[in-house]
């Protein structure tokens, strides 16, 4: 894939090659958005390695140059050059056939990406190109380029082609909402063109319409688009239409075993551990997780698209494959002290929760029998909606409808589930001392009842 897109070479995704943490450590991974994780310092943070510092985002070498490192150093041990073909059910396994052979397991989990070119029906679409067939920026000199879409891919080439086109207009039914950049699909760096639109620069144009029909004329390409943010239709001409529309999960014969898609059939509908809602012991991995929406609190989606969400989405589901398998785990135990410091540390610096806002959280159980327990990473929606009626908290970052992040910390006591916003801070040290106080005085009746009972 990424020796593919972004077309114009250069991720959206950060990452700071120094950040006062070493790069093999798990709180570098905040500083880090391109890099796999591992338990293996030796596996960790290597996109960093690779990167030129011409820019804080890497280009497309850079980043493949850093999965190659992982696979090697991590020493995968992965079949290249084996195709999937098909899959079939046998009694309680699944059967998948390759070039290679067929492989038969309880559960598959698939990390196929969305990597198929997906176009919404349009009348005349067959006169528009898709972004996946975008050519050199130099070949659309002087020309007037209409593209469809206004999200990552859509301004991605209207920045890359502002330079070279006479004219860029681009085209879709929402309107650009840059007012809360926590919450944008869109990045800075994207953003010249809608700076020169809103400036009233001629030749850059952003229009909310949606596509009534694309036909070919004498001087070029003819789009008639209905408006949506306003009243009226438009006829707009261009000489190249390019459809930044999006992509598809290339579900091969799935959808033939019984898994059921959303999002106009393009990604499987999964469950919360990122299983088919249809076909149990299908799973899913990697950027298709965004089907996955979890609380979506104040309207915030998950970060599941991009490595930095679905590499600890992967982490999870791991973990809830081995359990469903039988393999056991033993949480740490924990004292009523290092439930604090824990949960403080999390909340400051924990990779999960921070990039994963509102969707990941730190749980620990507080058990009669077993005392005070850490249960890792889990989903915030396991806890708040499944995590069954053991007494529990989870600590969560969030993000509210303004763009404030702040702590957030869920106490669930006999049955009972109460959430509580911590203050926002303007350097977010979430471990200082008044939250120390303020979580000791949530979690205290809680974690004295495990003492006593554990006495």
Not at 90 to 113: K, P
Not at 306 to 334: D, K, M
Not at 390 to 419: H, M
Request: with cysteine; hydrophobic share 40%.
């Amino acid at each position: 894939m990424f020796r593919r897109f972004p077309v114009f070479e250069r991720l959206i995704s950060w990452t700071k090659p120094d950040a006062g943490w070493d790069r093999r450590t798990r709180e570098y991974e905040c500083f880090d958005n391109n890099s796999l994780v591992a338990d293996e310092p030796k596996a960790r943070g290597l996109v960093a390695d690779f990167m030129d510092r011409t820019f804080d985002v890497p280009a497309r070498d850079e980043m493949e140059a850093g999965l190659a490192a992982f696979a090697a150093r991590a020493e995968i041990e992965a079949r290249y050059g084996c195709r999937w073909t098909g899959t079939r059910r046998e009694g309680d396994r699944f059967v998948l056939e390759t070039t290679d052979g067929e492989y038969r397991c309880r559960m598959a989990i698939f990390a196929i990406g969305m990597t198929k070119a997906w176009a919404p029906p349009l009348e005349g679409a067959e006169h528009a190109t898709h972004y996946v067939d975008t050519r050199d920026a130099a070949s659309y000199r002087d020309k007037r380029v209409l593209i469809v879409g206004k999200r990552n891919s859509g301004f991605e080439l209207a920045s890359g082609l502002l330079p070279w086109a006479r004219e860029l207009t681009l085209v879709s039914p929402r309107p650009v909402d840059i007012s809360v950049l926590a919450h944008s699909p869109l990045r800075v760096r994207y953003l010249q063109p809608y700076e020169e639109y809103v400036r009233g620069s001629p030749g850059a144009y952003i229009v909310d319409a949606a596509i009534a029909r694309i036909e070919r004329t004498e001087d070029g390409v003819r789009v008639t688009a209905d408006a949506t943010s306003w009243d009226g239709r438009l006829s707009l001409t261009a000489d190249e239409v390019i459809l930044a529309t999006g992509f598809e999960a290339p579900l091969g014969d799935l959808r033939e075993l019984g898994v059921v898609t959303v999002i106009n059939d393009r990604v499987p509908a999964l469950t919360r551990f990122w299983e088919s809602v249809s076909v149990p012991g299908i799973f899913f991995a990697g950027n298709i997780t965004i089907t996955a929406r979890g609380l979506v609190k104040d309207g915030l989606a998950p970060n599941s698209s991009s490595v930095n969400g679905f590499r600890y989405n992967a982490r999870v589901l791991a973990r809830h494959v081995a359990e469903r398998l039988g393999i056991e785990r033993s949480p740490r135990r924990l004292t009523e002290e290092e439930t604090l410091s824990l949960l403080l540390e999390e909340l400051a610096r924990g990779p999960e929760i921070w990039i994963q806002k509102g969707y990941l959280a730190r749980v620990v159980s507080v058990d009669e029998r077993a005392g005070i327990l850490d249960e890792g990473i889990l989903p915030l929606e396991h806890f708040v909606d499944g995590g069954g009626g053991a007494d529990a908290v989870a600590a969560a970052i969030q993000l509210n409808a303004a763009g404030t992040i702040y702590p957030a910390v869920y106490v669930r006591r006999g049955g009972e589930l109460e959430e509580h916003e911590l203050e926002p801070h303007p350097v977010r040290a979430f471990d200082g001392d008044p939250y120390r106080r303020e979580l000791e005085r949530l979690l205290r009746p809680l974690l004295r009842s495990s003492s006593r009972s554990t006495a």
